[in-house]
């Protein structure tokens, strides 16, 4: 922002006269070597002109030197009290310095007063609507940060004001299933806490686990066309093992087997034993 006497509390629209335009390079289909080498000679003058005269607020040519934005076609303007010259872009040339000041302060009052009027109008719709949904309203502000779908539904009710009759409808269904996800969670997680490491790595284990989860695995080797499973088994002790390579059963299955020790991790808080050449005898 400008502190300079070109700062907009400062700036009067008729102390800056037109010298010239700021155009950019033509391609050369359109004109050809003469237009380019016209084009080169100009901007050559306009860079003598804005170092000797320019107020060097900018490193590039093509910044305006009102807003700091960048500009492809522009003006150059002289300020006749300092006689400093500035680039201006095409924008602010035709909402600022083509009109007075009072008529800018007309344009911002009025543009302010929409503001306030659609803020009100905003208000007016959010208190309304708040007013007849108190239920899903406090299902949006208790899942709206977890839960991406309801964070949506707030995210336009915020900006409208208001919800279409089936947004509305999903709230409150959404905000159960949301605390069933919360209540299983809590449930896993309080069991993970109870999983301990077992065996050594390397030893040979007995494992008798309920499968709790299989997701395959993608294979992006020639040489490896068998299927691939990650297996999470889970036994009477809550003590958690994972499984990377064939498949062992189904969710809910009861495994029997045997299986070496790969090594000891911990995933979110729960220590887990990864198990490799697992040979389980029996999957109810």
């Known amino acids: ?66 807003c700091g934005a960048w500009f492809d076609w522009g003006y150059l303007l002289s ?9 201006v872009g095409n924008v602010c040339a035709d909402t600022r310095f083509s009109m007075s000041n009072l008529d800018f302060k007309r344009k911002q009052a009025a543009k302010v007063r929409a503001q306030v009027r659609h803020r009100r109008g905003l208000f007016a719709k959010l208190w309304t609507w708040a007013h007849d949904h108190p239920e899903e309203l406090k299902v949006l502000n208790r899942w709206s940060k977890t839960n991406d779908f309801l964070q949506s539904l707030r995210s336009q009710l915020r900006r409208n004001g208001t919800l279409s009759d089936n947004q509305v409808s999903c709230i409150l269904a959404a905000g159960e299933r949301a605390e069933e996800w919360e209540t299983k969670r809590k449930a896993i997680s309080s069991k993970a806490i109870l999983s301990e490491y077992q065996g050594e790595v390397g030893e040979r284990i007995v494992i008798q686990a309920e499968v709790q989860m299989v997701r395959g695995l ?67």
């Not at 009067?12 to 070597?33: A, N, S």
């Not at 300020?79 to 680039?87: A, D, E, M, R």
């Open 1 to 66: 922002m400008r502190t300079d006497i070109h700062r907009e509390s400062k700036l009067k629209p008729e102390d800056y006269e037109f010298i010239g335009d700021i155009v950019p390079m033509p391609k050369y289909q359109e004109g050809g070597l003469d237009a380019l080498k016209s084009w080169l000679a100009w901007r050559a003058e306009t860079e003598q002109l804005l170092t000797t005269h320019g107020v060097e607020i900018h490193t590039g040519r093509n910044r305006c030197d009102h």
């Open 218 to 284: 993608e294979s992006f080797s020639a040489y490896d066309a068998a299927p691939r499973y990650i297996t999470k088994l889970v036994d009477s002790d809550d003590n958690v093992y994972i499984q990377y390579g064939a498949w062992i059963g189904d969710k809910g299955d009861t495994v029997n087997g045997k299986a070496t020790v790969k090594k000891h991790s911990e995933y979110d808080g729960c220590k887990q034993t990864v198990v490799q050449r697992f040979l389980h005898t029996k999957a109810k």
């Open 79 to 87: 300020h006749t009290p300092s006689g400093k010259v500035l680039c």
